[in-house]
């Protein structure tokens, strides 16, 4: 019935049970939550509003004259005292679109253009204009109003990094890396690399250490100093990085991967998919009757069967649960976001490298088994889960999210937005005349009319009303008033005995039940939580709010304020220059200086700045309208549309119905989106950014660089290096014609060619070929085996259907795989190893080794060492004798098993078993 306000160990919480709304400042972050998915945040003497509706954000202060709204369009614009552009301050101007991840940025240097997502960076400065592509280190610059692509010390480099696309040519070779797919293909003066990780086949090649092995029962390709072996049995694939620890496994069941290094296991099974990470404590499964993540370290659960889905933090003492269809939630310090917003579903796991970001340009995500589709095409996603009943529908004309089985159907279409839920009774409508939320089974009413804005609380008799020249905050049953009329405010809590007035002369505020007195008089006012360990004062130098014990400190002195949790997570400071706010964990900074009022959102890359040349916001029926009169800047939201417009610097920006116009007539640049796509020109530089309806194009007319997103796939050219990375439906291309470089993903198989440089990398249906033609290194894998030869090192080896031939010339070293067995030879070593029928036989004769595997098991002996390995029928021995080390099966040490069905490493005296099963 009331508000619950309590400082503990992790932060401040302020709960309103009946109405399940939360403030938490805990380890991790500031949390302000209402349970259906809307959160409030005000401060009135400051000015500001920060409202989290269910797809909006707004932060207004309103005496500095700033004004920030985050709408479905998620438009920032930002105004200094320079003048009338978007977001122009002293050093210059910036535009951000945070779901597109584009940055453009004027400043005193030039002006620059920034794509942080897709990872290219278009820079102008007083030189002329640079194009950089900087994660990878690739650089496209022109200077002196030239184009040209430059090559660094190293080489260029070219990234894609939300594609996760690296092709890099230095001077050591040509680098071609496709992280999310897993494959990299290496060339540099003495080592040739070609991983495809995720595609579970690692071929590599150096001077030193290239082993490529395969026996009866399929392909092992080992690398002794890299500590990699790759096997392919009859059972499927596995990739092992020792020294790395990263296993990739496919067997007939399913496919297997697992980084045990980071504790990460992707397994795909017939009827199951299971996404596990061990070391974060994160594991995400899906089977037949769900979907299922599971954060332990964290105690974050998020489980999604066929009725619900839970979010839950207990560590942290944040627990968020959606019964019907709610979801969810962000992990800042473990590193895993998990963000559904009007356009795009950003899964993050930083810490363990995995991303999977599905954007406005095409992004598709399909489970066909679990009848799981999301798509996000010509800017519209589709979310659709047939076996579930749930639909989630982004069109041109609104959004649509209904969960048939639930009953629970949330619309937007073109007058506003209509989010039902049956069975709860929920209903968020937003509509011409304003924006009408409502509770029914817990009773809450928000309406924004014509006349102000209308809150009420029905359950806990809360009435906040808004009118044209009033504010009421009325609360009922509680018998609290609260009235801010022309001559003052008066708050008062009858039954408890509080009065708070605001008159001409002072305020007085008294809570005599809870021995809690507040005074404001002339000379200054003393607040005390005595019982709370709270103490407020506002004396003649300043005001200071303490909480001591919980470790909270809130302090108003002569010069600045300073508001700090413990934790650091969250701060807001009040000093000479203006305010400053600061989230860590959220990275969200508000400041006010002397120039005016900057905020920062630094996840999203907003920034927002007001001067005292003159802002005015206006919010009237049909939506809201931003216009900075003295600087000739305009910007205006109405019903479906946002005009920016600035005309002394020539710069337009229009959101009209046929889409979004950026103009940058000076600096001759045009940015235009109609209803074919986006098109953004930059004519002096003869740059051409165009999204139509078959996707986005990039141009870059003097260095022939194309960026391509169509229906079917996303295509990047870059002509003058002949570089191409394509993705489509189904196949992903990557071709570098000058390099000779082709990287090829299609739906089955993977192919990687590099002609000029005569290398081959293929992987089909039936197999993988490698290809070294001018080096003299071919490998190939085909349905029997592989074939690796070294020609002009001398080095041979060859996986056929009848057997396998590995041979080393020059060192002397022959390795024979026949139909009758393997021997492998070293001659001018002096070592032996044979395998044939019986068993394996490895003779290292200088050396005194010998391994044996016979029928009846396998045996390692070691003489001149006193190293004995021993695997029978069912048990193994490794006995290290002088070296005082002893493996056995006995009370003397430690038992190493390998049965027919598992594997056990039994440490007996330090009780450590180990057991690996059939699984």
Partial sequence: MGAYVTFDGMGAYVTFDEMGAYVTFDDMKAYVTFDDMKAYVTFDEMGAYVTFDDMKAYVTFDEMGAYVTFDDIEAYVTFDEMGAFVTFDEMGAYVTFDDMKAYVTFDEMGAYVTFDDMGAYVTFDEMGACATFDDMGAYVTFDDMKECVTFDEMGAYVTFDEMVAYVTFDKMGAYVTFDNIKACVTFDEIEAYVTFDDMEAYVTFDEMVAYVTFDEMGAYVTFDDMKECVTFDEMGAYV??????????????????????????????????????????????????????TFDDMKAYVTFDDMKAYVTFDEMGSYVTFDDMKAYVTFDEMGAYVTFDDIEVYVTFDEMGAFVTFDEMGAY?????????????DMKAYVTFDEMGAYVTFDDMGAYVTFDEMGACTTFDDMGAYVTFDDMKECVTFDEMGAYVTFDEMVAYVTFDKMGAYVTFDNIKACVTFDEIEA??????????????????CVTFDEMGT?????????????????????????????????????????????????????????????KAYVTFDDMKAHVTFDEMGAYVTFDDMKAYVTFDEMGAYVTFDDIEAYVTF????????????????????????????????????????????????GAYVTFDEMGACATFDDMGAYVTFDDMKEC????????????????????????????????????????????????????????????????????????????????????????????????????????????????????????????????????????????MGAYVTFDEMGAYVTF???????????????????????????????????????????????????????????????????????????
């Fill in 240 to 293: 092992t990085f020792d020294e790395m620890v990263a296993y990739v496994t496919f067997d007939k069941m399913g496919a297997y991967v697992t980084f045990d290094n980071i504790k990460a296991c992707v397994t795909f099974d017939e009827i199951e998919a299971y996404v596990t990470f061990d070391g974060m404590g994160a594991y995400v499964t899906f089977d037949e009757m769900g979907a299922y993540v």
């Fill in 365 to 377: 995500v399909t489970f066909d088994d679990m009848k799981a589709y999301v798509t996000f095409d």
């Fill in 472 to 489: 009421y905050v009325t609360f009922d049953e509680m018998g609290a008033y609260v009235t801010f009329d022309e001559m003052g405010a």
């Fill in 499 to 559: 009065c708070v007035s605001f008159d001409e002369m002072g305020a007085c505020v008294t809570f005599d039940l809870m021995g809690t007195y507040v005074t404001f008089d002339e000379m200054g006012a003393y607040v005390t939580f005595d019982e709370m360990g709270a103490y407020v004062t506002f004396d003649g130098m300043g005001a200071y709010v303490t909480f001591d014990e919980m470790g909270a400190y809130v302090t108003f002195d002569d010069m």
């Fill in 611 to 658: 001067d005292e040349m003159g802002a005015f916001v206006t919010f009237d029926e049909m939506g809201a309208y931003v216009t900075f009169d003295d600087m000739k800047a305009y910007v205006t939201f109405d019903d479906m549309k946002a005009y920016v417009t600035f005309d002394e610097m020539g710069a337009y920006v229009t959101f009209d119905d046929m």
């Fill in 689 to 828: 950014v165009t999204f139509d309806e078959m996707g986005a194009y990039v141009t870059f007319d003097e260095m022939v660089a194309y960026v391509t997103f169509d229906k079917m796939g996303a295509y990047v050219t870059f002509d003058n290096i002949k570089a191409c990375v394509t993705f489509d439906e189904i196949e992903a291309y990557v071709t570098f014609d000058d390099m000779e470089a082709y990287v090829t993903f299609d739906e089955m198989v993977a192919y990687v060619t590099f002609d000029e440089m005569g290398a081959y990398v293929t992987f089909d249906e039936m197999g993988t070929y490698v290809t070294f033609d001018e080096m003299g290194a071919y490998v190939t894998f085909d349905e029997m085996g592989a074939y690796v030869t070294f020609d002009e090192m001398g080095a041979c080896v060859t996986f056929d259907e009848m057997g396998t031939c590995v041979s080393f010339d020059e060192m002397g070293a022959c390795v024979t795989f026949d139909l009758m067995g393997t021997y492998v030879t070293f001659d001018e």
């Fill in 845 to 919: 004769d200088e050396m005194g080794a010998y391994v044996t595997f016979d029928e009846m098991g396998a045996y390692v002996t070691f003489d001149e060492m006193g190293a004995c390995v021993t695997f029978d029928d069912m048990e193994a021995y490794v006995i290290f004798d002088e070296m005082g080390a002893y493996v056995t099966f006995d009370e003397m040490g430690a038992c190493l098993t390998f049965d027919d069905i598992k594997a056990c490493v039994t440490f007996d005296d330090m009780k450590a078993y180990v057991t690996f099963d059939e699984i």
